[in-house]
């Protein structure tokens, strides 16, 4: 009976009769506190549907057996009922209420998870192919989604390019991130841990990769976290604030540091170089070009290669943008040693 | 005994449509409409293997993360052409144009539909269609999914336009079938046959010929926009040219939704004929089915905005969408009953058709039995774009509508070439289709609600074991189709030569002979009450059954 029960359970997303719990069958762990709602629609569906289902499966079978003709002489029975008003208004209203059971139950989950409380903790989300920035309130930047446990988020999301769509399975949460719009949505994290965001509207060759994490810190972590990430210019030598800097604004989604061609050049060994642009002229890699790159990319396009780079005009500062080129130029220094990228 | 009698008695012995004309041109320029049904036929096979090629590339590229045997764009490119191709070149018209001209004006005592030139034209469309296709596979492929949403579609550089001109060049070759079948329905039908004479499967094929006229030309600007945006520069989805990309997902589900019904209700119609011929019975229930096909077709038109949850649609709009995908979702169920009933004191027999309509009701059951999930706000948000909706829609599309037209291909297959095709491999290869099906598709349903989302390259290590089960699902359902494709063709060959009612079929078309005479048939054939299996009766000689026809019908009622 245990055994039973155990089975039974572990086919449903929630434990009937546990809020909390981890991995099972059908659903990722719950890490939200707007998960087990959802969770219990699912199972409520769910044990709606295995009625239904096993309902027609078995009157099939029956059927099947009982009626099927012996040989292909048929014989005709009198009385085959050819209708029956009663019995199919009965299974047109019966199946009729219960859906809208379903519905309502849906909506009522789905208006748990709309609204966000009001002292809800605000952070800003560009998509970009294929890649995820997140704001936070002081202007720092990060590439993971960095929270306290506890606190309602609010998420405003908007792209840079084409729609995305941002996914984290273990808080049933979803919300398309659309060019020229501000998509919000919300969630609070249960307890410390990490958990996958998946890119979840198709966006072309990045759009699998596209990933990145929930870091959900523990009270108290993510104000001390915020602080000592946000001074990293401050703490860290240039080339290496210049590093973190080229991996967190996309950069690397573009450019390697180990020689091989992407969608952009490799940034490996250029500063110095003599370079072919597009227009027949050619360029020496200094700190002038390297800024005017970032700043305003399509003014000297590499040979080669699609006018594709964004401008960072407005959102990189200097400081940053003096930290990446001493990064680039590390790059040329000294040959192998800080591939890392 | 009174005298067997059938329609094929006045026809000339062994004059039939297929050799009452020869030579290309008699069938490139023909006007029969069985003749058209198989142009059809194989035109839509073709894309079949083609889209069930891509498929298995698809899967065996996914047994594996990252690069299995083929790079990122590539992957996206045969995803994409995967769903156009199967969707556009397949699945909608596969039943109605294939199937649907073939046996439409037989199960109506009709001598054909009643545009026949009109009828000729709309293959000749899908064939420019399908041109425009090959040209963009050829010309670098497409790699924006069979959705090409917005404004992603605008801004890659691969062929999107000339797919967007193929799809508005098919759209109108399925207005012309539609608005013919419409015609033929109305006017074509002999004096004695009512409206509640007719067979299920006409209900079904003028409820998708409704949504046809009405739903494809919104199809048809839109892509014609999209063109227009891709091409001009014409700012319309496109945020960057002050455009509204979510605007491109109204238009396009508005019609695509409807579109899943046009695949679907066909599919419907021929299980309703599997159901009672394979149960030798009436069908149960003949007006719920038959107005819960016109049901569908009008509840279709107003739950576009399902596919569109999370797209930053507002909340209002989200629960009276949510609201009445649950209505439409009735009809259905109400279908599924009826079918059931009818095998209640049927004499059922169980050759390869009536398989494929008993794992139509298993497959479909599951697929519309999750769409609830979908339907419902709070799981959808979650569910939404990941592998759960991948298995949900081929559910749907693959254990609904290609396993009914599977059903209807073995159940027409003696009638549309006049041979029998060999039984034994026909139950063998349905019941490798069957599982074949399952291993591949319903895991995903779990995949998917942990988290796996669709379209993926790349994937995340933890999903590995459900990817490679399905890639070898994937396998052993080509398998089957081989089989298929074997015992098929070697029917039209060698097959044994089929009777006029090998099925004991009550409907109309198994009075003429397989393949039916040029002119189908000599007389306007007297209809009585639809589905009266009284006076079929099993032939031991020629292992067939045979009408009698002891009193004539009696005659009409006045109208309905
Ligand atoms: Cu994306």
Known sequence: MNLLIGILQGLTAGNLLQTDRGRTFWMPPQGSTGASSVDNVFDLIFWISMFFFALIVIVMVVFVFRYRARGRELDSKPGVPKHNFRLELAWTIIPLLIVIGIFYVGLRGFLDMAVPPANAYEVQVTAQRWKWLFTYPNGYVDENLHVPVGRPIQLVMTSEDVIHSFFVPDFRLKMDVVPGRYSKTWFEAKNPGQHQIFCTEYCGTGHSDMLASVVVHEPGGFERWLEDAADFIENLPPAEAGQMLYQQRGCAQCHSVDGRAGIGPTLKGIFGQTHPMQDGSSVTVDEDYIRESILDPQAKVVAGYQPVMPTFQGKLKDKEITVIIAYIKSLTDSGGEQEEG | MSSYQSNAGHAEAGANYLNHSHGLRSWFLTLDHKRIGILYLVSILTAFLLGGIFALLVRTELWTPAETIMDADTYNKLFTLH?????????????????????????????????????????YLYLIGALFSLYSIATGGVDTGWTFYTPYSTETNTSVASITLGVFILGFSSIFTGINFIVTIHKLRPRSMTWFRMPLLLWALYATAIIQVLATPVLGITVLLLFLEKTLGIGIFNPALGGDPVLYQHFFWFYSHPAVYIM??????????????????????????????????????????????????SGLVNTIFSFLTFLVAIPSAIKVFNWLATMYKGSLTFQTPMLYALSFLFLFGIGGLTGLFLGALATDVHLHDTYFIVAHFHYVMFGGVVIAFLGGLHYWWPKIFGRMYNETWGKISALLVFIGFNVTFFNQFVMGSQGMPRRYYNYVDQYTSYHQYSTVGSYLLGFAFLIMAVYLLHSLFRGAKAESNPWGGPTLEWECASPPPHENFAETPQVGEAYDFSGIEYDPETDSYKKRRAVPSAPPPPTS
């Open chain 2, 83 to 123: 769903g156009a191709v199967m969707i556009f070149l397949f699945i909608i018209p596969g039943i109605p144009a294939a199937l649907g001209n073939f046996v439409l004006p037989l199960m109506l005592g009709a001598k054909d539909v009643a545009f026949p030139r009109l009828n000729l034209a709309s293959w």
């Open chain 2, 264 to 313: 679907i209700l066909p599919a419907m119609g021929v299980i309703s004929e599997l159901f009672t011929t394979f149960s030798h019975r009436p069908i149960f229930g003949y007006r719920f089915i038959a107005y819960s096909s016109i049901a569908i077709a009008v509840i279709s038109f107003l739950v576009w905005g399902h596919h569109m949850f999370t797209s930053t649609q």
